[in-house]
């Protein structure tokens, strides 16, 4: 796969593309990142991209020209070229799946007050990473990059992590831990260590339910739940916590909880 990234800003992308996963994945081959400078593609002695806006108003709008230039330049025919836009169509664990499917993604990042609107009739997608209007184009590309290039096969290593995690069933995750068994005074729940893996995966669920529950009730929606899951969802409705449905403590301390309230 390839990824373009159109950018009057190269500098402040280059950096987070050599580093960590991504890194790796361009270094390994899974994945040719190329981050495109729009200024190369600007004309006249200035190389300007941006002018006043029609009909009044304050701020500046990128130019059609150097856009259009540049896309055709890397145009395969394989491109998809998206626009990153906080008016766009928001930005999901679904859009990403879908542009990871294409062979060659062209990102425009743009800047200032706004791209003009031909850019956006020219591209074939525009996205928002979210309802915040940020500076310009190249965090919510750097985003989309990012979250494109982890569902590439190979790039996460073991197959199909990527599903395994959250959204990929519609839930926030679970709690996790790590060593030391008790830090600070706080405890690893009880469960975890167990040893019963059908008890922890039922803990996991739970807790990934209540989670969601809490925090995203719109996405329970869209999530794939069984008729379980949703028994479990009845019961927060009525007042029970996670804990009551499924304890983290083990039988031993579950008893000594109990005798001291
Ligand atoms: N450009 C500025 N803000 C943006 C956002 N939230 N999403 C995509 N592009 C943007």
Known sequence: MRIDIVTLFPSMVEPVLAESMIGRARKAGLVDIRVVNLRDYATGRHRITDDYQFGGGGGMVLKPEPLFAAVEALRTPAAHVVLMDPRGPRF?????????????????????????????EMADETVSIGD??????????????????????????????????????????????????????????????????????????VQAL???WRARPDLLGGAELDAADRRILERFERGETADD?????????????????
């Not at 008893?255 to 001291?260: E, L, N, P, Q, Y």
């Open 92 to 120: 999901t664990q679904a859009v990403a799946a879908a542009l990871a499917q294409r062979e060659h993604l062209i990102l425009l990042a743009g800047r200032y007050e706004g791209v003009d609107e031909r850019v956006s």
């Open 132 to 205: 915040y209007v940020l500076t310009g184009g190249e965090l919510p590309a750097l985003v989309v990059t990012d979250a494109v290039t982890r569902l590439r096969p190979g790039v996460l290593g073991a197959e199909g992590a990527a599903e395994r995690e959250s959204f990929a069933s519609g839930l926030l995750e679970p709690p996790q831990y790590t060593r030391p068994e008790e830090f600070d005074g706080r405890r690893v729940p009880a469960v975890l260590l167990s040893g019963d893996h059908a008890r922890i995966a039922r803990w996991r669920r």
């Open 210 to 212: 209540w989670r969601t």
């Open 245 to 261: 449905v499924e304890p983290a403590a083990t039988e031993r301390e579950g008893h000594g909880r109990d005798s001291t309230r």
